[in-house]
């Protein structure tokens, strides 16, 4: 994930997780790893043995996860699909060439998908984010709660600059991927509006990222057009099964909520305790810029620690430790890191 600017159209982007090319590059077994570059709950939505009978049969549209998701995301308005990644993908095939405003820094595969199907992509910061920025474009694409800097914009910006581009044909797109502990600053609930589209994912709140399971709210026309693209079965069996009773789980994800606060409070405080004071972030991550972020990404990694490095700029995002004990790894690996790393110039 690196700034949207400088996405390469012709090459796969890189994300967090990668954990084998970490292990293989510092000589460190895989189990030895401390992952905080990915951004999901550590301790996610727990699986229950699913039935065998599952992997046998083909999805099926009319089970109980639309219900389910309808319920959770507030609109009847919606699409499953494999990830939002796969809508990232293909809503930039359902215009004809257009001028799109991508937010930067920002989760670079948006401008890259937006590029790759020949579309005009003008990188815009979030203080760009107005009236006067929206007048020239087509499709306004923002990430809220941004990653990785963590920025949010305010309900009635957001509406507003909906209705300027809904007048003249346009969309507002709006990936909420790290909304879920905030669900009340969602804009599902208001997804049937023509020219308004929000992503969703079960991939960090609920810790269910190899699922595969996202939505898509829309208006009708749109959902259509974008369930003809994407063609049948996007979301296998075992996942809608996983995602139902994720989705209808409502003690977990309000004892969830909960404890991601009191984490978000603890990384932040752990973090600046350590004289590495972060500059944004959301429940599941914190995120440092610093002219030192390779330094210290280096010898995070030489500790087992890998966290999500950015060139542009220079920066490093901290997700949530899991469990006690990679609490006080973390805090030990900082006690040993920062005063070396922070000597002279500051971050």
Known sequence: MSNASSANTTQLLPHGGRLRAAAAQYRIPLADWLDLSTGINPNGWPIPLLP???????????????????????????????????AIQALPLLR?????????????????????????????????VATQTINSLDVLLLVQ???????????????????????????????????????????????AQAGLVVLRSLGKFF??????????????????????QLGPWTVPAPSRWIATRALNDRSWHEQTRRQLVLSQQRLTALLQRHALTPAGGCALFQWLPTARAAELHDAFAQRGILTRLFEQPASLRFGLPGTEADWVRLDQALADISPRHLTGTGT
């Open 52 to 86: 065998s009978s599952l992997w046998a049969r083909l999805p099926e549209d009319d089970d109980e996860l639309e219900p389910a998701a309808r319920a959770y995301y507030g609109t009847d308005s919606l699409l499953p699909v494999a990830g939002s990644q796969a």
């Open 207 to 228: 810790g269910l990222a190899g699922a595969r399971v996202g939505f898509v709210s829309a208006e009708a026309a749109l959902l259509d057009k974008l369930k003809t």
């Open 145 to 191: 709660p941004n990653n990785p800097t963590g920025a949010r914009f305010a309900r009635e910006q957001l509406l507003t600059c909906h209705r300027h581009l809904a007048a003249g044909g346009g969309w507002l797109i709006v990936d909420e991927a790290f909304i879920d502990a905030t669900p009340e600053q969602s804009l599902t609930p208001l997804c």
């Open 96 to 128: 004809a060439r257009s001028r799109i405003g991508v937010l930067a820094p920002s989760y670079a595969e948006h401008a890259h998908a937006w590029r790759r199907a020949g579309h005009e992509v003008i990188p815009i910061s979030a203080e760009e």
